[in-house]
């Protein structure tokens, strides 16, 4: 750490990197108060932010004392703040606190520059690269479309308020990491916004006076993610039946399922697990088929599963299902949790019932530790012990703003972490029946903090399109911007979910996304919300047969595969990869955004247009070799043949696994 004065400001440097530059002019610091409102409808937010006063801190004294520099800011005496700065655990730590209770938000500037790139901000499915744009931090549905210009987001937003726009995300996190090789964190848990279009500094806009900033720095980028994994905690590595087949979105019933099975297996299709989300019951909506939210088994639908899944086990076909942290009203666990006094409350001390689509819900109080244990015992004794081996933790975006929660800390506050606190309950559940490493969950909600607790991230419900900010591209920034953000195992429904305003999932769109999630750490196929208009993996006989394929190509890759996850799991190095982690030098590498690094080894460049039987992508200066062909690349703008079946990838020549994709050439490649 290194401060360097100025007759009106000072500079501070970490590392060599230059953090703040405070002058009259161009203050580090302001100070404001200000009043939001929060109008929450099934999980989609309106905020507004009224500012009664914003003030610049100029003025500013430093004391310097051993190994810590105090600063107070102020504006001719007014909205002071004080502001420590140190480093601990090889980490720059400036931590904020002020006597003033009105002062509600807060604006700091880090020192940018014209060339820099900026990545992370959790999982972002329209923009890679940050810079450039303003980007809002709070826990939110994703929105259908999320791009105001498409039919889709205009119905959604008409019809059930629900368009989202291109920063909505079940998965924001208040991180980012610079290609100047650091990254910045700040440890709060209000509503945020983080303005990247300035070249002189990244404005961060925080709705409280924020505990601290952490900053970190590594020598290249994968020190850096080591850093900051460090700091955030990693995910363990995955199961091994993980990687022994494809996972079958798959509901309707018991025997529904296993004629689904059979009519898979007799297609060459290796199943891993099959995945019944109505496991426990199944409801129908204007929106499509939903599920009871009664967490226990639905015998009447699925008669004799008991009796099935050690069947399924024994031939090595693990069965999952689905969990979220609400409860039906007036299901069997929400009368238990009613009468146990575990439901969030509203300010009138009843409990908090919301509208999660023509049925209401109660949410589990997870904050009162009576509560959390409860929660933990109703995944234990009805999903643990019953033999499921894995399950969509899905949700964690409702909690209204104006909760009233059993720690004492208001439902704002508590909102953007409630994500993380879910994830929390479902990793202890399973660490507590001892089967960490068997059991795996899979979120698509998170917040800092939820990459040491879950298992494996899922993208969410994206639609069944080609669209760019909510469709089957979509699920590739947002693998990046996780894998820099701490969360290195992620995932997407096979063909997408969502299903309205006319989306129909076509065949082509169903096999291009199976060529996509062979090279990611987990393939799972989703009916969708509305199984009859979707194109299905059962449709026909040639769709069976390109899921086999692909899903034999991922079970040969589960050597690669299963050492990159380790790598996540020991240093942080994400499975999926922009270019730039290991091509650095590569300027070009920075901007791409629909292409891949699958570890070191695999560049995968998804086809993510329709009808389209070549494809263009770039490669940076190395050995590249097609693995359906064999031809050999130095790098550059290439275009490869890309039939179905056989999706633009290419492998290192120089890999230690070169064997191992030699094979798939000799198994898989063209004729």
Known sequence: MELLRSGEGFQLFYEGREIINHSYKSPFIFAGIGEASYDMYRGNFEITNEISEKMALSNFQIHEKQDELEIDFSRNGLFNIKVKIFVEENLLKIKFSSNEKDINRVWIRIKGNEKEHLYGCGEQFSHFDLKGKIVPLWVSEQGVGRNKKTYETFMADVEDRAGGDQFTTFYPQPTFVSSNKYFLHVKDSSYMKFDFSKNEYHQLEIWNIPEEIVIGVGENYIELLKILTDFFGRQPELPFWVYDGVWLGVQGGTDVVLKKLKAAEDKGVKVGALWAQDWEGKRVTSFGKRLIWNWVWHEELYPGLDKEIPKLNEKGVKFLGYINPYLSAGGSLFIEAESLGYLVKNVEGKDYLIDAGEFDIGIVDITNPKGFEWYKGVIRKYMIDFGLSGWMADFGEYLPTDAVLHNGLSGELMHNLWPTLWAKVNRQAIEDAGKLGEIVFFMRSGYAGSSKYNTMAWAGDQNVNWELDD???????????????????????????????????????????????AFTPMMRTHEGNRPDDNWQFDSDEETLEYLARMNNIFMLLAPYTKSIVKENSDNGTPTMRPLFLHYENDEKSYDIQYQYLYGKDIMVAPVIEDK????????????????????????????????LGYPPVLYRKDSNFKELFEKITKEYGYN
């Open 471 to 517: 469709g089957l591209p979509s699920v590739i920034p947002a693998a990046l911007s996780l894998g820099m953000s701490g969360m290195g195992l992620s995932h997407s429904d096979i063909g997408g979910y969502t299903t309205l305003f006319g989306m129909k999932r076509t065949k082509e769109l169903f096999i291009r996304w199976a060529e996509q999630a």
């Open 612 to 643: 389209v039987r070549s494809w263009k992508l770039y490669l940076p200066e190395d050995n590249w070799v097609n693995i359906w062909t064999g031809e050999e690349f130095k790098g550059g703008e290439i275009q490869v043949n890309a039939e």
